[in-house]
Structure formats: structure tokens, C-alpha cells
């Protein structure tokens, strides 16, 4: 077999199998795998609305096996495939639902994969269970795993926190379907693909595990939400999608993709990286003297300053942060972000800044 050379299918969709390409390719060579798995719903006859109208279902040849055991078989091969190129400190996503993620991810651990989160995407718009015999299935599952418990695997938790308006992101994700302009269409106004993942999800998946110009591995392309998102977020992608419609589409919808090009606009935040500053270090370079008073952003609250780097606020003392909880009856708080000092103008400056320039001194930080 003719080894595939990476760097040479970069930003492109192969129309073939993808364990044939798997195995094919470069060992340890892609930073991050998404994988939209045959979810195998065996879903047998057509399901009706109340009306008698035809519900959109997934009956395509390739989300049907003869049987579980078959399944799984080939869960396995494929799972075998993605860990051979996947580098050691990468980490790969894959999605479910009930029908197939639980023996997902037995395979998963069997191969040695280590598991780092499921996470619940809670489908803010589900489709009804028209039946009434059943609870509405609001929810799939994505399993995130690396290949070994050591692996050093990217988490862009700063990043994580930002895009959740800097509280920790949690394993629930509410996100609703792809709709609208974003679905993918055949000529005659259908789907042209039953299961579209939405790139709010694949935003989310891209931006937490990987890095600007990392390598985005996905064997079942589909329409191709995962090489839309990772264009525009300027990682490189490559799709494998055995329907040549589906490729059509997805390089069509990948074509008109403008990609950021702001270096700017590209970075987020790293801040567990910084090395860490106390707050004692901006009082001993005189950058804020002790009996200087800290405001919050409206001056509702305020502290003084003490020779000791510590804070006395209105009802408790302590650091920064405790006394910034304080006045919040809070259970936390990030102190540098919450107190301000008046600069000689009596304009309010938040005291970050002067962390910044402690640490640029300190460390040669920027």
C-alpha cells in the first residue's frame, strides 16, 4: 500500500473509505479527529407525525448493519485506524446518541484510548416525540479521549471560559440544531443530509482541543461542518466521505468559507499559562502605595490598601479577592479584574494593568 503523505492531502476531501485512508496515512500525524460515526438507529419502518406526514429519519445504506456484533466490528477497525494516525498528544471527539455511544466507547477504552469528558449536547430545539410512548430524545453525546492517561493533550480552558462569559465551561452544552440557511439542500428543497451537525458545536469542539494551524482529521465528512470551521479558524482539515453528493456539497460550502486572517482576531485567552503575580508585588514596587483606596467599576464598593499587600474593605480584610467576594457576597472573585484605582485624573484604572507590568518585569511578558 502506497503510504499517503500528510501535508499533501491538507484541506482536501477524499471520496473513499475512510479506514482504507486511515490506515494509509502518515502514523501520528493529525492534532485532533472528529468522528460522526453510522449512529446504526435501525429505525425499520418509516415514523408518521400525528397528520399521517413522513418524518425525516436516517435510512441511508450506511448507517445499516446486519447486526450488533457487525457494528461493533466496525467500530473497531475504524477506532484502530484514527488512534495509528492520531499523534500522541492529540485527542479525538466522537459523537452518538443512545443507539450506538455506549458501545462507542467500551471499544474505545478496549483500545486503549483514555476517556477525558462526555459531553451532553442538550438540543435546544429537539424534534418532538410524536408517538408519546417515549421521552423526547433532546440530546446526543460526544465522548473527547486522548491515547494514553499521560498524553499532553491541548485544552484551550481560558478560551473555554471566555466563550462562556468567564465562567468554567461545563460538560452540558446547549446548542440548538442546524436550521435555517445553514442546512445543506438537494435540488428538490430536502436535506441533503440527515444528520448536519451544527458549527456552533464544531466551533466549540475545534476551539477547546486544538491549535491554529493544527492538522483536523474527520473519516465520516458528511457536508462537511467540521472543514467549514476549521477554515475559518485557520487549522488545516482533511475529510474522507464516501458519497460523492455529500463531497459535492461539502466542497461547495467549503469554497465560499472566508478564513479569519486577523492574527489578532485569531488569539484568545491563555491566562493559566501567566506566571502568577501577588498582588504584594505591585505594593512593594510602589506602583500603588498602602492607604491608596480600590474601587469596584462603579465605586459602589471600595477597599484601602494595606502595607502588606492585604486589602481592608467595608466589612471584612484580606486579599484582593476575598474582600472583592465580600462586597459581592459572592463565594469567589477574581480580584485583579474587580478593583480599580484613580489615576491622577481620577479616572478609574483597573489594576490588572499594573499585574501587567509586573510580570512583564518579572518575566519579560508582554
Known sequence: MVEIITKKILNSIINDDCIKIM???????????????????????????????????????????ESLSEYDAYTKKWLEAARRVLKDDGSIWVI?????????????????????????????????????TRFTNAHETLIWAVKNPKAKYTFNYEAMKALNEDTQMRSTWEIPLCTGKERLKNEDGTKLHPTQKPEALLYRVIMASSKV?????????????????????????????????????????????????????????????????????????????????????????????????????????????????????AAACNGWVYWYYEDENHNLKCIDELRNLVRAEMYGAE
Open 213 to 329: 494551524g493544527d492538522v483536523v482529521l474527520d473519516p465520516f465528512f458528511g457536508t462537511g461542518t467540521t472543514g467549514a470551521v476549521a477554515k475559518k479558524l485557520n487549522r488545516n482539515f482533511i475529510g474522507i466521505e464516501r458519497d460523492l453528493t455529500y463531497v459535492k456539497g461539502a466542497q461547495e460550502r467549503i469554497d465560499a468559507v472566508k478564513p479569519i486572517i486577523n492574527e489578532e482576531a485569531l488569539e484568545y485567552s491563555c491566562k493559566r499559562k501567566q506566571p502568577r503575580v501577588p498582588f504584594g508585588a505591585v505594593v512593594e514596587r510602589g506602583l500603588l502605595v498602602p492607604g491608596t483606596k480600590l474601587y469596584d467599576s462603579s465605586r459602589k464598593h471600595q477597599a484601602v490598601i494595606r502595607s502588606d499587600g492585604s486589602v481592608k474593605g467595608e466589612e471584612v480584610e484580606g486579599s484582593i479577592h476575598q474582600v472583592g467576594a465580600a462586597a459581592q457576597k
Open 23 to 65: 490506515n494509509s496515512m502518515e502514523e501520528n500525524s493529525v492534532d485532533l479527529i472528529f468522528a460522526d460515526p453510522p449512529y446504526n438507529l435501525q429505525l425499520g419502518e418509516k415514523l408518521t407525525r400525528p397528520d399521517n406526514t413522513e418524518v425525516s429519519g436516517v435510512y441511508e445504506e450506511w448507517d445499516s448493519f
Open 96 to 132: 452518538g446518541s443512545y443507539h450506538n455511544i455506549f458501545r462507542v466507547g467500551y471499544i474505545l477504552q478496549d483500545l486503549g484510548f483514555w476517556i477525558l469528558n462526555d459531553i451532553v449536547w442538550n438540543k435546544v430545539n429537539p424534534m418532538p416525540n410524536f408517538k408519546g
